[in-house]
């Protein structure tokens, strides 16, 4: 039996979603891009090609998620010295710092660690605390001082339906279909990107705080062959609806015209307006949109945050050709490095040993 991940909810495909287009903590970057291709069909093989990492690595993963949830995703050093405070201190400190100031009759509306300490004080919960303290012991239980913010399901009544047409495509095994998937990289800012890098003790590479800004933003319309995990793309300056069918035609000119295709991309306007919809029906193309707010589903997302720290980190870009240079030599380079492996769809997809056995040696597959 294939190892999957279990199902996701809503709100932890988009905090997925959200991490491979920004996460910085590299670790839980990949470990983010391991989950979602594993919940978009992907066997381990299959993400050892995606991810560039071990397979038995991959599975831990994939058990680990299904095990503990999202808390897995960021990583967890070894502990230090022995803990001054006992359990029941450390849960009362968690408690009252998730209470509501109002609900124990103060005279503010929020915590911050001053008030924290002086109320666990008063209160007997500890004799004494320093703040940093505070803010450790509650930052091990995965407490921390955020902004409040808003939420948001998706209202999409064919939400399942959807979803379903989208795992057939995406997941079948015998005879796959042509189906790709599309999707924009950007706003992308001409401006200098931070990164990391090896450089000498104290020396890292600068980049310039003052610089003359020529043109705004930039978007990279990026396109996954589901089946051979090939990446193309093609920088546009605007995601207009016109750029759109632009990049539409050539991609679709590269298979024959017989053939029919079929493309997954979310539901934003511009890629479905009424020029696009009879473009597809003359040209042989079926049109299939992720649910509201589920951008997740679209298997090109983990690919394009992997593309932009590759072609964008420390660099200084001044024009969209440059931009554009720089972003599809990322893509040769992924698509030549998973070339190497010699792996692709069809080469990781787990045969039948015990029936290929019974067929004699000459009907066998060389």
Known sequence: MVLRVRELTLEEGQKLRRILRHGQDAIEFK???????????????????????????????????????????????????????????????????????RDLQLPYAQWSLSRLREQAVARGIVPSISEEWLRVILHEDDVSHQS?????VSPDP?????????????????????????????PIQLVPHGGEGWFPKQWPARIPAE?????????YFLTLNVFHQ?????VYRTKHAANWLCYLKRERAKYPPEQWVNLIWDG??????????????????????????AS???????????LQKLALAGETYTSPTAVGRALNAAVRYRN???????????????????????????????
């Open 31 to 101: 470990r983010a891009q391991i989950i979602l291709a594993s919940y978009q069909g992907n066997t381990p093989p299959r993400i050892a090609v995606i991810a560039l990492m071990s397979e038995d690595y991959i599975r831990g993963v994939i058990r680990a998620f299904n095990e503990h949830g999202m808390a897995m995703l960021k990583p967890k050093w070894g502990p230090g010295r022995p803990p001054k405070f006992t359990d029941e201190q450390r849960k009362a400190l968690v408690d009252l710092a998730l209470s509501r100031p």
């Open 148 to 152: 409040i913010r808003t939420w948001k």
């Open 158 to 186: 064919l939400f399942e339906e959807k979803k379903q047409k989208i795992d057939q495509l995406t997941r079948k095994r015998h005879n796959p279909p042509i189906v790709l998937s599309m999707d924009e990289i950007g």
């Open 211 to 219: 610089y003359e800004r020529k043109f705004g933003t930039v978007y």
């Open 230 to 234: 090939r990446l193309h793309g093609q």
């Open 268 to 293: 934003s306007s511009n890629h479905w307006t009424a020029e696009i919809r009879e473009w597809a029906k003359a040209s042989k193309v079926r049109l299939f949109a992720t649910p509201t707010h």
């Open 296 to 306: 997740h589903l679209n298997p090109v997302e983990c690919h394009a945050g992997d």
């Open 336 to 366: 030549r490095e998973r070339k190497a492996r010699g792996k692709r769809f069809r080469d990781t997809v787990r045969k039948n040993r015990r029936l290929l056995a019974k067929r004699p040696i000459w009907l066998r597959p060389r």
